[in-house]
Protein backbone atom coordinates (compact mmCIF):
# COMPACT_ATOMS: atom_id res chain seq x y z
CA UNK A 1 0.00 0.00 0.00
CA UNK A 2 2.90 2.76 0.05
CA UNK A 3 1.77 3.47 -3.56
CA UNK A 4 -1.76 4.48 -1.96
CA UNK A 5 -0.03 6.55 0.83
CA UNK A 6 2.30 8.22 -1.63
CA UNK A 7 -1.10 8.63 -3.78
CA UNK A 8 -3.44 10.28 -0.84
CA UNK A 9 -0.16 12.32 0.05
CA UNK A 10 -0.02 14.45 -3.00
CA UNK A 11 -3.67 14.79 -2.90
CA UNK A 12 -3.17 16.10 0.88
CA UNK A 13 -0.47 18.47 -0.54
CA UNK A 14 -3.15 20.27 -2.77
CA UNK A 15 -5.81 20.47 -0.08
CA UNK A 16 -6.34 23.13 2.69
CA UNK A 17 -4.77 22.43 5.57
CA UNK A 18 -8.17 22.75 7.78
CA UNK A 19 -10.41 19.87 5.65
CA UNK A 20 -6.84 18.16 4.37
CA UNK A 21 -7.09 15.18 7.16
CA UNK A 22 -10.46 14.53 6.63
CA UNK A 23 -10.67 14.91 2.96
CA UNK A 24 -7.87 12.08 2.80
CA UNK A 25 -9.26 9.67 4.98
CA UNK A 26 -12.41 9.62 3.18
CA UNK A 27 -10.74 9.52 -0.14
CA UNK A 28 -8.33 6.69 1.40
CA UNK A 29 -11.38 4.15 2.91
CA UNK A 30 -12.78 4.80 -0.44
CA UNK A 31 -9.62 3.60 -2.23
CA UNK A 32 -8.94 0.86 0.06
CA UNK A 33 -12.00 -0.72 -0.22
CA UNK A 34 -11.95 -0.56 -3.92
CA UNK A 35 -8.96 -2.22 -3.60
CA UNK A 36 -10.15 -4.74 -1.07
CA UNK A 37 -13.34 -5.50 -3.69
CA UNK A 38 -10.80 -6.14 -6.64
CA UNK A 39 -8.49 -8.64 -4.68
CA UNK A 40 -11.53 -10.72 -3.44
CA UNK A 41 -12.44 -11.04 -7.06
CA UNK A 42 -9.06 -12.18 -7.80
CA UNK A 43 -8.47 -14.54 -4.76
CA UNK A 44 -5.15 -12.41 -4.72
CA UNK A 45 -3.26 -9.27 -3.33
CA UNK A 46 -2.62 -6.62 -6.08
CA UNK A 47 0.61 -5.88 -7.26
CA UNK A 48 1.75 -2.23 -7.71
CA UNK A 49 0.77 -2.30 -11.77
CA UNK A 50 -2.72 -2.80 -10.47
CA UNK A 51 -2.90 -0.67 -7.75
CA UNK A 52 -1.35 2.21 -10.05
CA UNK A 53 -3.87 1.56 -12.62
CA UNK A 54 -6.92 1.88 -9.62
CA UNK A 55 -5.63 5.09 -8.44
CA UNK A 56 -4.94 6.08 -12.25
CA UNK A 57 -8.53 5.83 -12.84
CA UNK A 58 -9.58 8.08 -10.03
CA UNK A 59 -7.46 10.65 -11.61
CA UNK A 60 -4.34 13.10 -10.92
CA UNK A 61 -3.47 14.23 -7.71
CA UNK A 62 -4.19 17.40 -8.52
CA UNK A 63 -7.75 17.19 -9.92
CA UNK A 64 -8.66 14.57 -7.36
CA UNK A 65 -8.21 17.56 -4.50
CA UNK A 66 -9.85 20.20 -7.06
CA UNK A 67 -12.95 18.12 -6.07
CA UNK A 68 -13.44 18.62 -3.10
CA UNK A 69 -11.83 22.44 -3.01
CA UNK A 70 -14.87 25.34 -2.96
CA UNK A 71 -15.33 27.24 -6.26
CA UNK A 72 -13.29 29.91 -7.10
CA UNK A 73 -14.53 33.13 -8.45
CA UNK A 74 -11.47 33.77 -10.75
CA UNK A 75 -9.41 30.04 -11.28
CA UNK A 76 -11.85 26.85 -11.54
CA UNK A 77 -11.46 23.68 -9.41
CA UNK A 78 -9.51 21.98 -12.07
CA UNK A 79 -7.00 25.00 -12.28
CA UNK A 80 -6.80 25.84 -8.75
CA UNK A 81 -4.44 23.20 -7.65
CA UNK A 82 -2.40 24.01 -10.28
CA UNK A 83 -2.37 28.25 -9.63
CA UNK A 84 -1.64 26.98 -5.83
CA UNK A 85 1.78 24.88 -6.80
CA UNK A 86 2.80 28.09 -9.51
CA UNK A 87 2.14 30.11 -6.35
CA UNK A 88 4.09 28.82 -4.13
CA UNK A 89 6.87 27.89 -6.36
CA UNK A 90 7.58 31.63 -7.32
CA UNK A 91 6.56 33.75 -4.07
CA UNK A 92 8.47 30.78 -1.64
CA UNK A 93 11.06 29.23 -3.58
CA UNK A 94 12.24 31.81 -6.55
CA UNK A 95 11.64 35.65 -5.21
CA UNK A 96 12.93 35.02 -1.50
CA UNK A 97 16.29 33.53 -2.79
CA UNK A 98 16.77 36.70 -5.26
CA UNK A 99 16.08 38.92 -3.10
CA UNK A 100 18.69 37.31 0.16
CA UNK A 101 21.52 36.44 -1.99
CA UNK A 102 21.10 38.97 -4.89
CA UNK A 103 19.23 41.96 -4.53
CA UNK A 104 19.84 42.58 -1.14
CA UNK A 105 23.65 41.91 -0.87
CA UNK A 106 23.85 44.52 -3.98
CA UNK A 107 21.84 47.09 -2.56
CA UNK A 108 23.72 46.42 0.93
CA UNK A 109 27.53 46.89 -0.48
CA UNK A 110 26.42 49.66 -2.78
CA UNK A 111 24.47 51.78 -0.19
CA UNK A 112 25.15 53.74 2.84
CA UNK A 113 21.91 53.41 5.48
CA UNK A 114 22.77 49.42 5.79
CA UNK A 115 19.15 49.34 7.93
CA UNK A 116 17.32 51.48 5.52
CA UNK A 117 18.87 49.06 2.80
CA UNK A 118 17.11 45.60 4.74
CA UNK A 119 14.02 47.02 5.02
CA UNK A 120 13.80 48.88 1.48
CA UNK A 121 15.15 45.23 0.34
CA UNK A 122 12.10 43.72 2.95
CA UNK A 123 9.45 46.11 1.19
CA UNK A 124 10.47 45.48 -2.26
CA UNK A 125 10.46 41.72 -1.65
CA UNK A 126 6.82 42.17 -0.62
CA UNK A 127 5.44 44.50 -3.77
CA UNK A 128 7.22 41.49 -6.11
CA UNK A 129 5.57 38.89 -4.66
CA UNK A 130 2.21 40.45 -4.92
CA UNK A 131 3.11 41.61 -8.39
CA UNK A 132 3.96 38.21 -9.31
CA UNK A 133 0.34 37.29 -7.22
CA UNK A 134 -1.43 38.70 -9.83
CA UNK A 135 0.48 38.33 -12.94
CA UNK A 136 -0.08 34.54 -12.17
CA UNK A 137 -3.61 34.89 -11.33
CA UNK A 138 -4.91 36.80 -14.08
CA UNK A 139 -2.81 34.15 -16.51
CA UNK A 140 -4.47 30.92 -14.39
CA UNK A 141 -8.17 33.31 -15.15
CA UNK A 142 -7.25 33.75 -18.86
CA UNK A 143 -6.87 29.86 -19.05
CA UNK A 144 -9.63 29.47 -17.28
CA UNK A 145 -11.81 31.61 -19.92
CA UNK A 146 -10.58 30.31 -22.43
CA UNK A 147 -10.39 26.31 -21.87
CA UNK A 148 -6.81 26.37 -23.40
CA UNK A 149 -5.88 22.12 -22.44
CA UNK A 150 -3.40 21.79 -19.43
CA UNK A 151 -1.11 18.85 -19.81
CA UNK A 152 -0.28 18.49 -16.08
CA UNK A 153 -2.73 16.03 -15.78
CA UNK A 154 -3.04 14.59 -19.14
CA UNK A 155 -0.52 12.22 -19.11
CA UNK A 156 1.42 10.93 -15.04
CA UNK A 157 2.02 7.81 -13.54
CA UNK A 158 1.13 7.21 -9.88
CA UNK A 159 4.57 5.25 -9.42
CA UNK A 160 6.02 8.41 -10.18
CA UNK A 161 4.67 9.99 -7.08
CA UNK A 162 7.44 10.86 -4.70
CA UNK A 163 7.70 8.57 -0.98
CA UNK A 164 5.92 9.62 1.98
CA UNK A 165 8.25 10.87 4.52
CA UNK A 166 8.27 8.94 7.68
CA UNK A 167 5.98 10.39 10.78
CA UNK A 168 3.71 13.53 10.21
CA UNK A 169 5.71 15.73 12.22
CA UNK A 170 5.98 19.28 10.76
CA UNK A 171 7.39 22.96 11.92
CA UNK A 172 4.86 25.07 13.63
CA UNK A 173 3.77 27.72 11.25
CA UNK A 174 4.07 30.12 14.44
CA UNK A 175 7.28 28.96 15.23
CA UNK A 176 8.55 29.70 11.36
CA UNK A 177 6.94 32.79 11.23
CA UNK A 178 8.46 34.00 14.71
CA UNK A 179 11.95 32.83 13.03
CA UNK A 180 11.57 35.51 9.77
CA UNK A 181 10.39 38.36 12.12
CA UNK A 182 13.06 37.68 14.66
CA UNK A 183 15.76 37.30 12.07
CA UNK A 184 14.49 40.79 10.19
CA UNK A 185 14.03 43.14 13.70
CA UNK A 186 17.56 41.80 14.95
CA UNK A 187 19.41 41.76 11.57
CA UNK A 188 17.69 45.05 11.34
CA UNK A 189 18.95 46.27 15.04
CA UNK A 190 22.71 45.11 14.59
CA UNK A 191 23.22 46.66 11.29
CA UNK A 192 22.19 49.56 13.11
CA UNK A 193 24.59 49.17 15.67
CA UNK A 194 27.45 48.35 13.13
CA UNK A 195 26.94 51.82 11.78
CA UNK A 196 26.56 53.63 15.16
CA UNK A 197 28.52 51.91 17.46
CA UNK A 198 31.48 52.67 16.23
CA UNK A 199 32.23 55.74 18.30
CA UNK A 200 31.08 56.77 21.03
CA UNK A 201 27.40 57.85 22.01
CA UNK A 202 25.53 59.63 24.56
CA UNK A 203 22.51 58.27 26.63
CA UNK A 204 21.45 61.34 28.73
CA UNK A 205 24.30 62.37 31.25
CA UNK A 206 26.53 58.98 30.61
CA UNK A 207 29.27 58.60 27.27
CA UNK A 208 28.62 54.86 26.73
CA UNK A 209 32.25 53.17 24.72
CA UNK A 210 31.51 49.71 23.29
CA UNK A 211 34.20 46.96 23.74
CA UNK A 212 36.73 46.35 20.86
CA UNK A 213 35.39 42.38 21.02
CA UNK A 214 32.28 43.84 19.49
CA UNK A 215 34.00 45.46 16.35
CA UNK A 216 36.14 42.11 16.04
CA UNK A 217 32.40 39.78 15.70
CA UNK A 218 30.32 42.48 14.42
CA UNK A 219 30.33 40.29 11.08
CA UNK A 220 29.79 36.69 12.69
CA UNK A 221 26.96 38.21 14.96
CA UNK A 222 25.23 39.73 11.58
CA UNK A 223 25.87 35.79 9.99
CA UNK A 224 24.02 34.36 12.80
CA UNK A 225 20.95 37.17 12.49
CA UNK A 226 20.56 36.72 9.23
CA UNK A 227 20.65 32.99 9.16
CA UNK A 228 17.53 33.26 11.19
CA UNK A 229 15.82 34.51 8.13
CA UNK A 230 15.93 31.74 5.39
CA UNK A 231 15.31 29.45 7.79
CA UNK A 232 12.42 30.41 9.20
CA UNK A 233 11.28 30.89 5.10
CA UNK A 234 11.94 27.02 4.22
CA UNK A 235 9.99 26.40 8.01
CA UNK A 236 7.15 28.18 6.30
CA UNK A 237 6.87 26.84 2.67
CA UNK A 238 7.90 23.17 3.52
CA UNK A 239 6.88 22.62 7.14
CA UNK A 240 7.37 18.64 7.06
CA UNK A 241 11.45 19.32 5.92
CA UNK A 242 12.00 18.74 10.32
CA UNK A 243 15.28 17.00 9.40
CA UNK A 244 16.73 19.96 7.45
CA UNK A 245 15.54 22.39 10.00
CA UNK A 246 16.86 20.08 12.46
CA UNK A 247 20.75 20.13 10.61
CA UNK A 248 20.53 24.00 10.56
CA UNK A 249 19.31 24.77 13.94
CA UNK A 250 21.71 22.53 15.32
CA UNK A 251 24.73 24.60 12.85
CA UNK A 252 23.33 27.33 14.26
CA UNK A 253 23.24 27.50 17.48
CA UNK A 254 26.57 26.12 17.38
CA UNK A 255 28.03 29.14 15.42
CA UNK A 256 25.65 31.44 18.17
CA UNK A 257 27.35 29.09 21.08
CA UNK A 258 31.02 29.84 19.65
CA UNK A 259 30.52 33.20 19.22
CA UNK A 260 28.65 33.96 22.82
CA UNK A 261 31.13 32.25 24.26
CA UNK A 262 34.50 34.44 22.38
CA UNK A 263 32.49 36.86 23.94
CA UNK A 264 32.16 35.97 27.67
CA UNK A 265 35.88 35.62 27.43
CA UNK A 266 36.48 39.43 26.95
CA UNK A 267 37.22 41.91 29.40
CA UNK A 268 34.30 43.89 29.33
CA UNK A 269 31.84 45.12 26.76
CA UNK A 270 30.99 48.29 27.65
CA UNK A 271 32.43 51.14 29.72
CA UNK A 272 30.49 54.08 30.49
CA UNK A 273 31.72 57.50 31.80
CA UNK A 274 29.41 60.12 33.71
CA UNK A 275 31.63 63.27 33.74
CA UNK A 276 30.14 64.72 36.61
CA UNK A 277 30.55 61.95 38.35
CA UNK A 278 33.63 59.71 37.86
CA UNK A 279 32.16 57.27 40.54
CA UNK A 280 29.37 56.94 39.47
CA UNK A 281 30.08 56.02 35.88
CA UNK A 282 32.58 52.97 37.11
CA UNK A 283 29.69 51.84 39.26
CA UNK A 284 27.66 51.97 36.21
CA UNK A 285 29.90 49.98 34.05
CA UNK A 286 30.47 47.39 36.73
CA UNK A 287 26.52 46.75 36.74
CA UNK A 288 25.90 46.67 33.44
CA UNK A 289 28.89 44.37 31.57
CA UNK A 290 27.65 42.13 34.96
CA UNK A 291 24.58 42.37 33.59
CA UNK A 292 25.75 41.52 30.00
CA UNK A 293 28.20 38.80 31.41
CA UNK A 294 24.93 37.21 32.77
CA UNK A 295 23.35 37.62 29.16
CA UNK A 296 25.53 35.45 27.42
CA UNK A 297 25.66 32.94 29.87
CA UNK A 298 22.20 32.67 29.21
CA UNK A 299 22.72 32.47 25.82
CA UNK A 300 25.22 30.05 25.99
CA UNK A 301 23.19 27.10 28.09
CA UNK A 302 19.82 28.48 25.91
CA UNK A 303 21.72 27.77 22.84
CA UNK A 304 23.41 24.33 24.04
CA UNK A 305 20.12 22.90 25.21
CA UNK A 306 18.33 23.78 21.66
CA UNK A 307 21.38 22.32 20.42
CA UNK A 308 20.89 18.78 22.11
CA UNK A 309 17.14 18.94 21.32
CA UNK A 310 17.18 18.82 17.79
CA UNK A 311 20.21 16.62 17.57
CA UNK A 312 18.06 14.40 19.78
CA UNK A 313 14.83 14.96 17.37
CA UNK A 314 17.26 13.97 14.77
CA UNK A 315 19.06 10.85 16.24
CA UNK A 316 15.31 9.24 17.13
CA UNK A 317 13.61 9.78 13.71
CA UNK A 318 17.21 8.54 11.88
CA UNK A 319 16.97 5.66 14.45
CA UNK A 320 12.89 4.99 13.20
CA UNK A 321 14.03 4.93 9.25
CA UNK A 322 17.09 2.35 10.44
CA UNK A 323 14.75 0.35 11.65
CA UNK A 324 11.93 0.86 9.10
CA UNK A 325 14.71 -0.53 6.59
CA UNK A 326 16.45 -3.32 8.40
CA UNK A 327 12.50 -4.78 8.69
CA UNK A 328 11.96 -4.03 5.31
CA UNK A 329 14.98 -5.95 4.13
CA UNK A 330 14.15 -8.82 6.72
Given at each position: ?196 GSAPF ?22 TTLAS ?102
Amino acid sequence: MDLLERYLEAVRRALPQAQADDIVAELGGDLRQQMEDREDALGRTLDDDEVAAILKQRGHPLKVASAYLPKQFLIGPELYPTWRFVVRLVLGWILPPVFAFIVGPVRFLTGHHHAGVILTTFGSLLQAEVFALGWITLVFAILERTHLPLSITAKWDPRTLPRVSSGLQKVPRATAIGDVITGVLSTTCWVWVMQHGSAPFWLGAAEFTAAPVWHTLAWPILATTLASIPLGWIALVRPYAVILRSVSRIALDLASGVIATILLRADGWVSIAVPSSPAAGTEVTKWVNLMIGISLLITIVTVAIDAIWHAWGLLRRTGRKSRGLAGALR
